[in-house]
C-alpha cells in the first residue's frame, strides 16, 4: 500500500504565494520521479511540474520562473513553491509519483486526493 498526501493549499490573492507539499509513504522501494498535476474546472488534467531521482525537473511553460519543484529524497516528499500567482492557476493540484515497491518489480504510478488551490482577490 502506497499513499499520496498533499496540504498547503488554500485561498491566495494575486500575486502571492503557497508552498504545497506532498509525502509518500508506504510500501516504497525506489521512486522515480514525483510531480505536481492541476486541473481546472472543464479542462483535463496537465502537469505543472516534475523531477526526476537526478533532480532533473520539467515546468509546464505557463509556470517557468514562477514556480519551482523540489524534492526531500530522505522524506520521500516533494515541493511546489508557487509565486507570482494568477486567477488562470485556480485548481485542483495533484501531487505524481512513479514508483517500484521491490528491488526487480515494475513501477506504478500513484496519484494524492488533490488539493484546492485559489488565486482571488
Known amino acids: 500500500q502506497v499513499q499520496l498526501v498533499e496540504s498547503g493549499g488554500g485561498l491566495v490573492q494575486p500575486g502571492g504565494s503557497l508552498r504545497l507539499s506532498c509525502v509518500a509513504s508506504g510500501n516504497i522501494f525506489r521512486i522515480n520521479a514525483m510531480g505536481w498535476y492541476c486541473q481546472a474546472p472543464g479542462k483535463q488534467r496537465e502537469l505543472v511540474a516534475s523531477?526526476?531521482?537526478?533532480?532533473?525537473?520539467n515546468y509546464a511553460d505557463s509556470v517557468k520562473g514562477r514556480f519551482t519543484i523540489s524534492r526531500d529524497n530522505a522524506k520521500n516528499t516533494v515541493y511546489l513553491q508557487m509565486n507570482s500567482l494568477k486567477p488562470e492557476d485556480t485548481a485542483v493540484y495533484y501531487c505524481?509519483?512513479?514508483?517500484?515497491?521491490?528491488?526487480?518489480?515494475?513501477?506504478?504510478?500513484?496519484w494524492g486526493q488533490g488539493t484546492q488551490v485559489t488565486v482571488s482577490s
Open positions: 523531477i526526476a531521482g537526478g533532480e532533473s525537473t
Open positions: 505524481n509519483a512513479i514508483l517500484a515497491t521491490s528491488h526487480w518489480g515494475p513501477t506504478y504510478t500513484y
